[in-house]
């Protein structure tokens, strides 16, 4: 079966970097976008992340670009999100999640429970 477990939250002071990871099983990883979305206390959950099948395209929302970057392993079914300058608002769960088709404009099916980061000085 389809698997997302997601691992590298932790406590980090604001202006530090943090890296996830998000290793996945139960399906051919190359051939399906990723993505990483986050929910804060209170507030509906967010794009942060999303990256093709190949890793040749990707976007971010807004709040988070030039900050993070996505990246994606297809030989370790694995991808990542390098979080850097990170700020209080930024805490949150972060999830990971498995694309229907190769582009990630075509939604996300199956996630995992997420992991937690929290920015605090």
């Known amino acids: 079966q389809v698997q997302l477990v997601e691992s590298g939250g932790g406590l980090v002071r604001p202006g530090g970097s943090l890296t996830l990871s998000c290793a996945t099983s139960?399906?051919?990883?190359?051939?399906?976008?990723m993505t990483w979305y986050r929910q804060a206390p209170g507030k509906e959950r967010e794009l942060v992340a999303s990256i093709s099948s190949t890793g040749g395209r990707s976007m971010y929302g807004d709040s988070v670009k030039g900050r993070f970057t996505i990246s994606r392993d297809n030989i370790k079914n694995t991808v990542y999100l390098q979080m850097n300058l990170l700020k209080t608002e930024d805490t949150a769960v972060y999830y990971c999640?498995?694309?229907?088709?190769?582009?990630?404009?075509?939604?996300?099916?199956?996630w995992g429970k997420g992991t937690k980061v929290t920015v605090s000085s």
């Open positions: 999640g498995k694309g229907v088709t190769t582009d990630y404009l075509r939604g996300f099916d199956y």
């Open positions: 139960g399906f051919s990883f190359g051939f399906h976008a």
